[in-house]
């Protein structure tokens, strides 16, 4: 019925006198199904309050823990997703991804709290999302858009990641210990069975493994045509995307149970031996850092110096004896640590702002390490990191925002303020 249906819709489109591109008609089947799987009340839940525009709140709405303007910060909006508890949230490709009791899942554009469409998930995610970003259409080949993999248990959703519908989703053979993550060709999980796994996105069959020595647990990332993982068995793994054939490994002193890090042609690996590796994509060592604790997942975020152009490097990380580091990407030398600090939430324009243990927010001076405040956040349910750089600021990709949740459906976006 559906063919048919776009089958007269091009013929009528041809005998108006136009024709119908396949790329065209390739777009229509798209959005047309776009909407099987989304419920249409399901957009009546959605309330968006634009600040600054006089209109009422509803009830319930929070009670702001700090006056935005005494910590440097401006209100740029505010969202509510009506009826709805939110159960977890995530920032990936400059949006906002919300679960909610009942499994369905949102994406709210971070510019401006804009709820783009919802999904039903039909259970709980069971690990982190990932967004994979298509560099461009190959020349002469069909075009392509953007997907998100969703985890539920033992399914695996592949979302349209701008229209919200449903790709494909897949039955697991083998139960997942690990995130999913993707590449052009294939979406790739770790097992309990030290297996990294890859699964065809156009005809959904596993078309390879490699086992490790070691279960993988944590995810992994991409530059395509290369994957990098990490396992139990204290390597990281460089990877044919396509083929799975392994193009080296790097030994590391202990387990690596925290995703590795790619950023710009370097890899940054914590691992249970105490120390923050930085290597080259072929392989070569760079630095490692003595993190004195089992280290979290890495983030690397270069900002721009106060008043110049020149770039502060630097990769961040949490760890267990309750320190987050900032580490110089260059030479690997401590710039700066945080007692209690656990998740970066945004490199600024002269702080950095970190979420610590008794959920307050420190800001700490990008170039010195200085404690400039630190104010309590406790009535705040979820925060997010904002992973943007300085390139994606200028680009205008993203902006110097700071983004919070509730559990009863509200979300905030704050913005630092330009120095007068």
């Not at 994979?132 to 075009?143: K, Q």
């Not at 030290?194 to 086992?211: G, H, N, P």
């Not at 943007?388 to 205008?396: E, S, T, V």
Request: charged share 25%; aromatic share 14%.
């Amino acid at each position: 019925m559906k063919f048919c249906c776009l089958l007269c819709a091009a013929l009528m489109a041809v005998s108006a006198g136009c024709i119908v591109s396949e790329k065209e008609f390739a777009e229509a089947e798209r959005r047309q199904g776009a909407h099987a799987i989304l419920p249409e009340d399901l957009y009546s839940c959605t309330e968006y309050v634009p600040t600054g525009e006089g209109k009422a709140v509803r009830s319930g709405r929070p009670v702001l823990p700090v006056e935005w303007e005494s910590i440097g910060f401006e209100q740029l909006w505010e969202t509510r997703l009506r009826d709805r508890e939110i159960v977890s949230m995530y920032f990936m490709n400059g949006n906002i991804f919300t679960q909610t009791r009942g499994h369905y899942f949102y994406k709210i554009r971070a510019k401006d709290g804009f709820v783009k469409w919802v999904y039903d998930l039909g259970n709980e995610i069971s690990a982190e999302p990932f967004v994979y970003v298509y560099e461009r259409e190959l020349p002469g080949g069909p075009p392509v858009y953007d997907e998100i993999y969703v985890l539920c248990h033992d399914t695996l959703h592949c979302i349209d990641e701008e229209e919200g519908f449903r790709v494909w989703a897949y039955e697991l053979r083998q139960p997942a210990a690990s995130p999913p993550f993707a590449s052009r060709s294939h979406v790739y999980y770790g097992g309990w069975d030290d297996r990294m796994r890859a699964i065809d996105k156009k005809d959904l069959t596993q078309d390879w493994e490699y086992v490790t020595g070691g279960d993988i647990v944590a995810g992994g990332c991409q530059e395509d045509p290369s994957i990098y993982f990490a396992s139990t068995d204290g390597k990281a793994y460089c990877a044919d995307a396509s083929r799975g054939t392994i193009t080296w490994s790097f030994p590391c002193r202990g387990p690596v149970t925290s995703t590795p890090y790619l950023y710009n042609k370097r890899l940054y690996v914590g691992s249970q031996d105490f120390y923050l590796y930085a290597i080259k994509t072929d392989s070569t060592p760079v630095w490692k850092f003595p993190c004195e604790s089992r280290v979290g997942s890495p983030i690397a975020i270069d900002s721009a110096k106060s008043g110049t152009t020149d770039l502060t490097m630097t990769v961040y990380c949490p760890t267990d004896n309750d320190y987050f580091l900032a580490i110089d990407r260059k030479d690997g030398k401590l710039r700066w640590k945080l007692k209690e600090g656990v998740k970066l939430l945004l490199v600024g324009r002269q702080n950095s702002y970190v979420l610590t243990r008794n959920k307050e927010i420190a800001a700490v001076d990008n170039e010195t390490g200085e404690l400039r405040w630190k104010k309590s956040f406790a009535n705040v349910d979820f925060f997010m990191t904002n992973p943007a750089d300085a390139r994606d600021i200028r680009l205008g990709k993203s902006d110097y925002c700071i983004y919070l949740g509730f559990k009863n459906g509200w979300i905030f976006a704050i913005r630092e303020k330009e120095p007068f």
